[in-house]
Each structure stands twice: as structure tokens, then as C-alpha cells.
């Protein structure tokens, strides 16, 4: 079983950035590809941008690109987003998730419990 705890969310006012954390630990897969979603209040959880086991491979919701930025540190088992420019639109919770396989198109198998973020003037 892998735990996947996340950090980072909070309020903050629309323009500003936040940088979410993911930590992973537990019976980690050797090589895994790693996801943000995130969730309205009464939506289904969407898609926020994924990673590939190595890094050098990401993807992007069209409503987060050239504002976010994921990245992963291998070393320590972490996952970041980066979030700049924030809209009140982002508002939502944020949740880690790590595949079994390291591509891109990979499933996801664990999932945190969730970062709230909320942007509001």
C-alpha cells in the first residue's frame, strides 16, 4: 500500500501562487507515474496534470497550462505543483495520485486525502 499525504493548500487572492507538496511513502512501486486532479464542490474529480516516472514527461489541462507546473523529486518520493496566477476558478480540493507504471498514460491506483486551495479577493 503507498500513502500519499499532501501539503500546501490554503487561501490566497487571485494573481498569487501556491506551491502544493505531495509526500509518498509505504510498499512504493519502483518505477511510477504521479497526477494532480482536483474537485469542485458536487463535480467529479478532474484531471490537473500528471508527471512520468523519470520527469522529463508532463501533461496539462488546457485550464492549467503555461500556469502550472508539476514536477517530482525521486530521491525523496515528493510531488509539486506549482501554481501561479491563480484564478478563483482554481478553487477546489486538490488531491495527490501515484500510478503502478511509470508512463504518461498510466492509471492511478493511490490517491491522497486532499489539499484545499482557495482563491477569493
Not at 2 to 10: D, H, I, P
Not at 27 to 52: C, D, L, S, T
Not at 84 to 103: I, Q, R, V, W
Amino acid at each position: 500500500q503507498v500513502q500519499l499525504v499532501e501539503s500546501g493548500g490554503g487561501l490566497v487572492q487571485p494573481g498569487d501562487s501556491l506551491r502544493l507538496s505531495c509526500a509518498a511513502s509505504g510498499h512504493i512501486p519502483e518505477r511510477y507515474a504521479m497526477a494532480w486532479f482536483r474537485q469542485f464542490p458536487g463535480k467529479e474529480r478532474e484531471f490537473v496534470a500528471n508527471i512520468n516516472w523519470s520527469g522529463v514527461l508532463t501533461n496539462y489541462a488546457e485550464s492549467v497550462k503555461d500556469r502550472f507546473i508539476i514536477t517530482r523529486d525521486n530521491a525523496r518520493n515528493t510531488l509539486d505543483l506549482q501554481m501561479n496566477l491563480l484564478k478563483p476558478e482554481d478553487t477546489a480540493n486538490y488531491y495527490c495520485a501515484a500510478a503502478t507504471s511509470p508512463g504518461l498514460d498510466s492509471g492511478f491506483d493511490y490517491w491522497g486525502q486532499g489539499t484545499q486551495v482557495i482563491v477569493s479577493s
